[in-house]
């Protein structure tokens, strides 16, 4: 009965759920959308006229550091901008006629390339800012954050972490400068050593609870795909403890419940033991009725039709 609703929902599904993506797709949602949340950008033209402004009082300022930083921060929000009308202009060429969707393809390339611009300006901005400024050690820590926003950039920003950990003590920057090292093993798929760094973050006392949470995410996959899938589950669910409350949090507990689904296929459990664990992770009963489905055709999508059968009969009961 504590399931009717969920079926309910479960009804009403007019779309199948779509086959389970391979375990080293990435979540929804970028790195650092996960990890440092921002508020929705300006608009460009808006933000165009506060980076002329800055750029002016930049330069008319005998202490010009620190709002440098500031336009740093206006010409990497105005990227953000730039992508977001990118993913517009993307998304309205995919509903429109073949032969209609060339303007709509061009208004996303011009997108593209002023991101990449904007960003590169930021960096060159940042850059500029001299070691004898008061405001250096900032200007270093932005530019920490924002080489990781290229993957052109890669080799620059992990020695911009391991400049971070020869030097720095704020827990803040520490656990982000073993984060980034993790990734860069992940990404390589060194797994082992992507869970050390996962681990160090963890171990970092005083790390805020946004880069614990994310980084007990990713720490998570590597467990999954060391097979180690009661491990798994328990960082799975660690994740969504840790998530609570933070500005990411909601995305990260929606990430880890799905991905908790994902562990209890590979563990095969009981209808009853999945049914408990989507319970556990969510209170939203339109999540938990996606979840449901979710395990349900992943069962059926490797094979273990007894196994679906059970799981809608325990929803039955």
Same mark, same amino acid.
């Given at each position: 009965?504590?399931?009717?609703?969920?079926?309910?929902?479960?009804?009403?599904?007019?779309?199948?759920?779509?086959?389970?993506?391979?375990?080293?797709?990435?979540?929804?949602?970028?790195?650092?959308?996960?990890?440092?949340?921002?508020?929705?950008?300006?608009?460009?033209?808006?933000?165009?006229?506060?980076? %002329?402004? =800055?750029?002016?009082?930049?330069? $008319?300022? &005998?202490?010009?550091?620190?709002?440098?930083? +500031? /336009? *740093? #921060?206006?010409?990497?929000?105005?990227?953000?901008?730039?992508?977001?009308?990118?993913?517009?202009?993307?998304?309205?060429?995919?509903?429109?006629?073949?032969?209609?969707?060339?303007?709509?393809?061009?208004?996303?390339?011009?997108?593209?390339?002023?991101?990449?611009?904007?960003?590169?300006?930021?960096?060159?901005?940042?850059?500029?800012?001299?070691?004898?400024?008061?405001?250096?050690?900032?200007?270093?820590?932005?530019?920490?954050?924002?080489?990781?926003?290229?993957?052109?950039?890669?080799?620059?920003?992990?020695?911009?972490? %391991?400049? =971070?950990?020869?030097?720095?003590? $704020?827990? &803040?920057?520490?656990?982000?400068?073993?984060? +980034? /090292? *993790? #990734?860069?093993?992940?990404?390589?798929?060194?797994?082992?050593?992507?869970?050390?760094?996962?681990?160090?973050?963890?171990?970092?006392?005083?790390?805020?609870?946004?880069?614990?949470?994310?980084?007990?995410?990713?720490?998570?996959?590597?467990?999954?795909?060391?097979?180690?899938?009661?491990?798994?589950?328990?960082?799975?669910?660690?994740?969504?403890?840790?998530?609570?409350?933070?500005?990411?949090?909601?995305?990260?507990?929606?990430?880890?419940?799905?991905?908790?689904?994902?562990?209890?296929?590979?563990?095969?459990?009981?209808?009853?033991?999945?049914?408990?664990?989507?319970?556990?992770?969510?209170?939203?009963?339109?999540?938990?009725?996606? /979840? *449901?489905?979710?395990?349900?055709?992943?069962?059926?999508?490797?094979?273990?039709?007894?196994?679906?059968?059970?799981?809608?009969?325990?929803?039955?009961?």
């Amino acid at each position: 009965m504590r399931w009717l609703v969920l079926l309910s929902i479960l009804g009403c599904a007019s779309a199948p759920t779509p086959a389970p993506a391979d375990p080293s797709d990435p979540p929804e949602g970028s790195e650092t959308e996960l990890l440092r949340p921002r508020d929705a950008p300006g608009e460009i033209a808006g933000l165009g006229d506060t980076i %002329r402004r =800055l750029e002016d009082l930049a330069a $008319r300022s &005998s202490e010009p550091a620190p709002i440098l930083i +500031r /336009l *740093a #921060e206006a010409l990497q929000e105005r990227a953000a901008a730039h992508s977001r009308a990118e993913m517009t202009a993307l998304d309205a060429s995919f509903e429109e006629p073949a032969e209609a969707r060339g303007a709509s393809e061009a208004r996303a390339q011009e997108h593209a390339t002023a991101r990449l611009a904007d960003l590169e300006e930021a960096r060159r901005v940042l850059e500029s800012i001299e070691p004898s400024s008061s405001a250096f050690d900032e200007a270093r820590e932005a530019r920490f954050w924002l080489l990781a926003e290229r993957r052109e950039w890669e080799s620059e920003s992990l020695e911009a972490a %391991r400049e =971070l950990l020869e030097r720095e003590t $704020r827990p &803040s920057l520490v656990s982000a400068a073993h984060l +980034r /090292l *993790a #990734e860069h093993f992940f990404i390589e798929a060194d797994l082992e050593a992507a869970l050390e760094g996962y681990d160090r973050v963890l171990a970092t006392e005083g790390a805020d609870q946004q880069t614990r949470a994310y980084a007990s995410y990713k720490r998570a996959w590597v467990l999954y795909n060391l097979s180690r899938f009661e491990d798994a589950d328990r960082a799975f669910a660690d994740v969504i403890t840790l998530a609570e409350g933070n500005p990411g949090g909601p995305q990260l507990v929606r990430e880890a419940a799905k991905d908790r689904i994902r562990v209890h296929v590979s563990l095969q459990s009981s209808p009853e033991r999945v049914l408990t664990v989507i319970t556990e992770s969510t209170e939203d009963a339109e999540l938990r009725a996606t /979840l *449901a489905n979710r395990y349900e055709q992943m069962l059926r999508d490797t094979g273990q039709l007894a196994a679906a059968d059970a799981f809608r009969a325990a929803l039955l009961r």
